[in-house]
């Protein structure tokens, strides 16, 4: 399978929907699927979980972390590539038991609508927040900043 031309990710992103976005064979070496999380929908989070196999993240400017007052998930940061994992959150309202991909897609809405609050979400959740580094890819080559600046590129909150 061909990669695609960034401008064609972003077309798809600002769709509404998912890409599968890779890095270099010597970095991670893998895919994640990649939403911007203004399009989040419980169908959404259903593919990502049944064919993605793992965690559910978000990916979250500095400013927005700082803003829902998201501290560290560890103090010490000793992971090989410094992903930046916050506490993991869960909607603080509108939500059963956290894990359904109903209840995930609304802990996503409430932490990237524009007027969110710390009130908005409890923790510890089933969404795991990724705080990307001011600056996005030019910064850090991640694919949490990139979630971020393709999000912004499209049109998006820079949120994915």
Not at 7 to 14: G, K, R, T, V
Not at 34 to 52: K, Q
Not at 64 to 81: D, I, K, W, Y
Not at 91 to 107: F, K, L, Q, Y
Request: glycine share 8%; charged share 20%.
């Amino acid at each position: 399978m061909p990669i695609s031309p960034v401008p064609e990710l972003i077309a798809e992103l600002a769709a509404g929907r998912m890409v599968i976005l890779v890095d270099e064979e010597d970095r991670e070496n893998e895919g994640d699927l990649v939403l911007a999380a203004d399009h989040v929908t419980p169908e959404a989070i259903n593919f990502m979980a049944r064919f993605g196999r793992g965690l559910i993240c978000l990916t979250l400017t500095r400013d927005r972390c700082e803003r829902l007052r998201l501290p560290p998930m560890a103090t010490r940061n000793g992971t090989q590539h410094g992903t930046a994992f916050t506490v993991s959150i869960e909607a603080a309202t509108g939500v059963t038991t956290g894990i359904s991909a109903a209840d995930r897609a609304r802990t996503i809405q409430a932490a990237v609508a524009r007027d969110a609050q710390p009130s908005d979400l409890v923790q510890p959740g089933h969404i795991f927040p990724l705080q990307a580094k001011d600056g996005g890819v030019l910064m850090r080559a991640g694919h949490t900043e990139a979630g971020c600046d393709l999000a912004v590129m499209a049109g998006c909150s820079p949120t994915a």
